[in-house]
T-cell receptor
Framework: DSGVTQTPKHLITATGQRVTLRCSPR?????VYWYQQSLDQGLQFLIQ???????AKGNILERFSAQQFPDLHSELNLSSLELGDSALYFC??????????????FGPGTRLTVL | AQSVTQPDIHITVSEGASLELRCNYS??????LFWYVQSPGQGLQLLLK??????LVQGIKGFEAEFKRSQSSFNLRKPSVHWSDAAEYFC?????????????FGTGTKLQVIP
């Protein structure tokens, strides 16, 4: 158990809908990262937050957005869902972002299925 | 930009046999290297990491990895594989860019263990 929690574990929805994925980082971790894992794209970095502020963006679509709240939990919002958005979405957390020795710890993931 | 190559998509080994999973990275400076394991339906678990110092790194579950700068490699090894080691293994490289660490993952190697 990494200490990172994600809810829900599974999510099934229809095309065009909007969903919210939630992540609680390990106690004391200030950074949160979101990743998408699909069969054809592998593990893709989406976005990173540090203490409530966005710090880095990866391959995140404009239909997707995220935020980190004052209690450090984070939410990933996916809108206008398409079939191709079906994937495993992982959250990871780390102590601090300004460190070359930072290690990311991953949550169990949310499996999103878009029908 | 940094990159990670895991040349073997699938590897099959017999239980009790030794294992070596290959990882090559591309980066101009000293990278920070990680190996993660993902069991089916699970999140990624950190096996080991290399930041500096001794180039032979010991990890959990009996795994070790050796950093070879001359070969730009960070291969994962285990002397005797157990059936429970069947999983997907990801090599990752972390670099500090603009004061923040960015981690890039390889495409993964799926390990099958046969009796």
């Amino acid at each position: 158990d990494s200490g990172v929690t994600q809810t829900p574990k599974h999510l099934i929805t229809a095309t065009g809908q909007r969903v919210t994925l939630r992540c609680s980082p390990r106690s004391g971790d200030l950074s949160v990262y979101w990743y998408q894992q699909s069969l054809d794209q592998g593990l893709q970095f989406l976005i990173q937050y540090y203490n409530g502020e966005e710090r880095a963006k990866g391959n995140i679509l404009e239909r997707f957005s995220a935020q980190q709240f004052p209690d450090l939990h984070s939410e990933l919002n996916l809108s206008s869902l398409e079939l191709g958005d079906s994937a495993l979405y992982f959250c990871a957390s780390s102590e601090q972002v300004r460190s070359s020795t930072d290690t990311q710890y991953f949550g169990p993931g949310t499996r999103l299925t878009v029908l | 930009a940094q990159s990670v190559t895991q040349p073997d998509i699938h590897i099959t080994v017999s239980e009790g046999a030794s294992l070596e999973l290959r990882c090559n990275y591309s980066y101009g400076a000293t990278p920070y290297l990680f190996w993660y394991v993902q069991s089916p339906g699970q999140g990624l678990q950190l096996l080991l990491k290399y930041f500096s110092g001794d180039t032979l790194v010991q990890g959990i579950k009996g795994f070790e990895a050796e950093f070879k700068r001359s070969q730009s490699s960070f291969n994962l090894r285990k002397p005797s594989v157990h059936w429970s080691d069947a999983a997907e293994y990801f090599c990752a490289v972390g670099v500090v860019s603009g004061g923040y660490q960015k981690v890039t993952f390889g495409t993964g190697t799926k390990l099958q263990v046969i009796p």
